[in-house]
């Protein structure tokens, strides 16, 4: 069974610090990872996706994540944050034969002044 | 196209009320989905449409009934729901069935915010 564990409920840090929330999977098989974002009251929005064709994906609004299969992990990293990236953020992971992808528990990222 | 849209925002119901949510996509997808999304909790889902039939159902009570009409439309039915019901129902869709190497990442609509009095 595939799963994802988002470590740290909530993150916060100052505008313009370093943006870095956790992500580790677990899958018996090449797994497809993605981040989501969503603000409040909104759906959710795709940042970026993995599919084995990188392993640093770079995705929307300046984030990345590195996959580093010897650590099962995909981290999420921003150089500079901003006020409007406040939000909670999800991890999520699929398979090749899945027709349905596996949410971890979500990160709020606050930004401080 | 790339939006998914939903109807209505916010709905406020009694235990009693027969209501449906509404969802629309023209991206030529073939997978939509129905979760269900607690405050500060990840979505969860409940159906999953792939081609325009039901092919996945996690558990959900009955008093939720799902339909496909055509591949661009996706609903949900509500009858004799519990204030435990109230919650954001998300609408998704996706490429699906998912093409080897590629992911099949899902796009979501802004959700009905769903209140059972």
């Known amino acids: 069974a595939q799963s994802v564990t988002q470590l740290g409920s909530h993150v916060s840090v100052s505008e313009g610090a370093l943006v870095l929330l956790r992500c580790n999977y677990s899958?018996?098989?090449?797994?497809?990872l993605f981040w989501y974002v969503q603000y409040p009251n909104q759906g959710l929005q795709l940042l970026l996706k993995?599919?084995?064709?990188?392993?640093l994906v770079k995705g929307i609004n300046g984030f990345e994540a590195e996959f580093k299969k010897s650590e099962t992990s995909f981290h999420l990293t921003k150089p500079s944050a901003h006020m409007s990236d406040a939000a909670e953020y999800f991890c999520?992971?699929?398979?090749?034969?899945?027709?349905?992808?596996?949410f971890g528990s979500g990160t709020r990222l606050s930004i401080r002044p | 196209d790339t939006e998914v849209t939903q109807t209505p925002k916010h709905l406020v119901m009694g235990m009693t009320n027969k209501k449906s949510l509404k969802c629309e996509q023209h991206?030529?997808?073939?997978?939509m989905y129905w979760y269900k999304q607690k405050a500060k909790k990840p979505p969860e889902l409940m159906f999953v449409?792939?081609?325009?039939?039901?092919?996945i159902n996690e558990s959900v009570p009955s008093r939720f009934s799902p339909e496909c009409p055509n591949s661009s439309l996706l609903n949900l039915h509500l009858h004799a729901l519990q204030p435990e019901d109230s919650a954001l129902y998300l609408c998704?869709?996706?490429?699906?069935?998912?093409?080897?190497?590629?992911?099949?990442?899902?796009?979501f609509g802004p959700g009905t915010r769903l209140t059972v009095l």
């Open positions: 991206m030529g997808h073939r997978a």
């Open positions: 999520a992971v699929s398979d090749s034969s899945a027709s349905k992808i596996i």
């Open positions: 998704a869709s996706s490429q699906g069935p998912l093409r080897t190497g590629e992911g099949d990442e899902q796009f």
């Open positions: 449409y792939s081609y325009e039939k039901l092919s």
């Open positions: 899958s018996s098989v090449p797994p497809y």
């Open positions: 993995y599919t084995s064709a990188a392993t």
